[in-house]
């Protein structure tokens, strides 16, 4: 029943690995996104993902890749992590980029 | 790009009165506005919005108004209750293109 799903919840990992976060909508949605949540709670977007369009947030370091198999998946490869990477990242989607945009639970990652 | 400021940042009222928060924005192109009510531990989640060609929505206890002359809109709810309290988010976007949210409002509804 889940709409938008994120793995993993959690992800401790240590500076300089590479590491994904895959996310799946179950909703039939054209547009997915990820988000960066920081611990002053500010979000701000990091990329969308729109019929193999891909519109990427110019602040975004280019350790960050998305990767979308299909319509229904957009994954995050993050290479090189930094300790400033330590966030929660949130994934959602929508039916196209002017619907309603449902987000997943959230991945916490934490660099050590 | 479009400029997203919220206030306050944080609220506490008590069970049964009324709250109230703030946004503003920079773009008189932006269209869209959302507000997301995020409890602790989960994702944001749509609550209201309003399209620009709307002055006012309500639904229930919630309800969204927009000043587009002055660029600012806010959220009202009602009869608050303990399960109100989360942290909300308002958001502009023009035409479904990137979301510019808000800095966030901690709500706290006391029993």
């Known amino acids: 029943d889940t709409a938008v799903s994120q793995t993993p919840k959690y992800l401790v990992t240590q500076m300089g690995n590479d590491k994904s976060i895959k996310c799946e909508q179950n909703?039939?949605?054209?547009?997915m996104y990820w988000y960066k949540q920081d611990s002053k709670k500010f979000l701000k977007i990091m990329f969308s993902?729109?019929?193999?369009?891909?519109?990427i947030n110019e602040t975004v370091p280019n350790r960050f890749s998305p990767k979308s198999p299909d319509k229904a998946h957009l994954n995050l490869h993050i290479n090189s992590l930094e300790l400033g990477d330590s966030a929660v990242y949130f994934c959602?989607?929508?039916?196209?980029?002017?619907?309603?945009?449902?987000f997943g639970p959230g991945t916490r990652l934490t660099v050590t | 790009g479009e400029n997203v400021e919220q206030h306050p940042s944080t609220l506490s009222v008590q069970e049964g009165d009324s709250a109230v928060i703030k946004c503003t924005y920079s773009?008189?192109?932006?269209?869209?506005f959302p507000w997301y009510k995020q409890e602790l531990g989960k994702g944001p989640q749509l609550i209201i919005d309003?399209?620009?060609?709307?002055g006012e929505k309500k639904d229930q206890r919630i309800a969204v108004t927009l000043n587009k002359t002055a660029k600012h809109f806010s959220l009202h709810i009602t009869e608050t209750q303990p399960e109100d309290s989360a942290v909300y988010f308002c958001a502009a976007s023009i035409a479904g293109n990137q979301f510019y949210f808000g800095t966030g409002t901690s709500l706290t509804v006391i029993p």
């Open positions: 773009d008189s192109a932006s269209n869209y």
């Open positions: 959602a989607s929508s039916q196209s980029r002017l619907g309603e945009q449902y």
């Open positions: 909703l039939g949605h054209d547009t």
């Open positions: 309003i399209r620009s060609n709307v």
């Open positions: 993902y729109n019929n193999k369009e891909l519109i």
